[in-house]
């Protein structure tokens, strides 16, 4: 676990008799750009809040920064930069008033970098935080977050109103002077295009259960989207096939690895195969969130190929 920035095991969280997060085990290396992904309600944000202490686990383990979640939540918030989701300071101080109050809570804050920052961001440093527009308001709040120079910075939903220039400069830094400088980003987010620039990994969440976590570019390498015809395919997820989708008289396939074998055992079922591609990131999200549609009329009462196809 020590090479891990935040690590959890069977992770749980109820609000009432709603199951917001679902046995939850996440591996986030140390030093790089981790992209946790999902649909609203998914669970990212309340995943967020258990780590940082924000709100109670109902049961199940985690650490962060080799710290115990629920336990040492001091030790984390002191190593954490974290910019939630609602975007919200105290309304009445400027952005440099927030500069000078935060950064006494932090021994590893830079005034170069926040010097910096705010020039890249061009963030009006002497206006309210009320008075500013909502793109304004995040780069603050990015700007407090990254001034800090901690070891983990978990963002939730950090490119909300602001512009592709604004969300240009917020990438490279990053890229360049936090992953550059061997630590760690956490990064909840719907736009899945800043997400590919940055990732190194990849964390895919739904109904508060993980769908995949693995490195990017191994998903980019290997993973394929076979889409197949015929009587009798399977459609269930099995072995390296993580979904199945039926879209009319085909049926799709996002296999994980080994696309050839797979694509070899379907034509000798007897499947016309369509098309063979790679996917992104896009395209491999899109296909596990979505719910599977029920079989066709073409397919059913067909015979079992499961069985076969995992056999031979």
Not at 67 to 89: C, D, M, S
Not at 270 to 286: D, H, K, N, Q
């Amino acid at each position: 676990m020590k090479s891990l920035a935040i690590w959890t095991e069977g992770l749980v969280k109820f609000y009432s008799d709603v199951k917001a997060v679902d046995e939850l085990s996440l591996s986030v290396p140390r030093g790089v750009a981790y992209g946790f992904l999902g649909r609203n309600g998914a669970g990212k944000t309340s995943t967020i809040r258990m780590l940082l202490g924000l709100t109670k686990l109902t049961a199940g383990n985690g650490a962060v920064l080799g710290y115990k979640v629920g336990r040492e939540q001091v030790a984390i918030l002191e190593r954490t930069a974290f910019v939630g989701e609602n975007k919200i300071l105290y309304g009445n101080l400027t952005a440099r008033e927030l500069t000078r109050f935060t950064r006494g809570f932090y021994p590893s804050w830079s005034d170069d970098a926040c010097a910096k920052y705010s020039r890249l961001f061009e963030i009006p440093m002497d206006r309210s935080f009320s008075k500013l527009s909502q793109g304004n308001r995040t780069k603050t709040c990015l700007l407090l977050a990254l001034s800090q120079r901690a070891d983990l910075v978990i963002l939730d939903e950090p490119t909300v109103g602001l512009d592709p220039v604004a969300v240009d400069a917020l990438l490279r830094i990053l890229v360049e002077d936090v992953i550059g400088a061997g630590r760690t980003v956490f990064i909840s987010s719907h736009n899945l295009s800043d997400v590919e620039q940055i990732a190194d990994w990849i964390g895919v969440i739904d109904q508060g259960k993980l769908l995949l976590e693995a490195k990017l570019d191994d998903v980019k390498s290997t993973f394929r989207l076979v889409t197949a015809s015929g009587n009798g395919l399977p459609q269930t997820r099995f072995a390296d096939v993580l979904s199945v989708t039926s879209v009319g008289k085909f049926s799709r396939y996002l296999v994980k690895h080994d696309a050839d074998i797979f694509v070899a055992k379907l034509s000798r079922e007897g499947a016309i195969i369509a098309e063979v591609s790679p996917v992104g990131l896009r395209e491999i999200f899109l296909e596990l969130v979505q719910k599977e549609d029920t079989c066709t009329s073409g397919n059913a009462g067909g015979k079992p190929a499961l069985n076969s196809l995992l056999g031979s």
